[in-house]
T-cell receptor
C-alpha cells in the first residue's frame, strides 16, 4: 500500500458544482495533514491544514477520519479558478509525503 | 519578502555534465528540502536538511549530492547528469515537518538532460 493514495481523477465538473476528493494514508501515527494546490507548471501552495476532525475555509472543507485513515477535501460552488491539481500531504518523520494528486477541471 | 528562491529556472545539460541548483530562503526556516516532480509520479523527496550543516537522504537520492553550509541556502548538485534526471526540481523550506504553516516552495527549476 502506498503511503499516501488519492482519487485517480481527473474530475471535470461544471461551475457551481460540489466536488469531493478522498485521500488515504498508511501511517496511523500521523497527526497533521495538508491539502496543497498546484496550478499547471507552478509550485505547490498550501491550501488547508487539518489537525483535528476537520477544517473549513470559505468554500473549502477538509475532514479527517483517523479510524479509517482518510482525509477528504470538499469544494462547494466550484469556480473556474479552482481548476488545478490537489495534493494530499502527510507528514512522515521529518518530511512530508505527497500524494500523486487529483486533477480538477471546472467547466463553464 | 522573497520567500524561497531557486536558480536557475531553466537549464539544458548534456549527458555527463555537472551543475548545481541553488535554493535560498529568507524566512529563517530550519528545514529545507529538494523534490523532483515527474509526470504521473508526484513529488519525490531527493534530500533534505534539518538545520545548517546537516543533510539526509530522501526517497530518490542516487545521482545527487547536497550541501547546507549556511542556514538560508541549500544546494543540489548533479555530478554527472543523465537523461533520467530530466525533471522539474522544487526546493521547499519549513520551520519543521509538521509546522502549521506547511512548506513554502520555490518556483521550480526545469532541467532537461539530452
Amino acid at each position: 500500500r502506498k503511503e499516501v493514495e488519492q482519487d485517480p481523477g481527473p474530475f471535470n465538473v461544471p461551475e457551481g458544482a460540489t466536488v469531493a476528493f478522498n485521500c488515504t494514508y498508511s501511517n496511523s501515527a500521523s497527526q497533521s495533514f495538508f491539502w496543497y494546490r498546484q496550478d499547471c507548471r507552478k509550485e505547490p501552495k498550501l491550501l488547508m491544514s487539518v489537525y483535528s476532525s476537520g477544517n473549513e475555509d470559505g468554500r473549502f472543507t477538509a475532514q479527517l477520519n483517523r479510524a479509517s485513515q482518510y482525509i477528504s477535501l470538499l469544494i462547494r460552488d466550484s469556480k473556474l479558478s479552482d481548476s488545478a491539481t490537489y495534493l494530499c500531504v502527510v507528514p512522515q518523520a521529518r518530511q512530508l509525503t505527497f500524494g500523486s494528486g487529483t486533477q480538477l477541471t471546472v467547466l463553464p | 519578502n522573497a520567500g524561497v528562491t531557486q536558480t536557475p529556472k531553466f537549464r539544458v545539460l548534456k549527458t555527463g555534465q555537472s551543475m548545481t541548483l541553488l535554493c535560498a530562503q529568507d524566512m529563517n526556516h530550519e528545514y529545507m528540502y529538494w523534490y523532483r516532480q515527474d509526470p504521473g509520479m508526484g513529488l519525490r523527496l531527493i534530500h533534505y536538511s534539518v538545520g545548517e550543516g546537516t543533510t539526509a537522504k530522501g526517497e530518490v537520492p542516487d545521482g545527487y549530492n547536497v550541501s547546507r553550509l549556511k542556514k538560508q541556502n541549500f544546494l543540489l548538485g548533479l555530478e554527472s547528469a543523465a537523461p533520467s534526471q530530466t525533471s522539474v526540481y522544487f526546493c521547499a523550506s519549513s520551520y519543521w515537518a509538521g509546522s502549521n504553516y506547511g512548506y513554502t516552495f520555490g518556483s521550480g527549476t526545469r532541467l532537461t538532460v539530452v
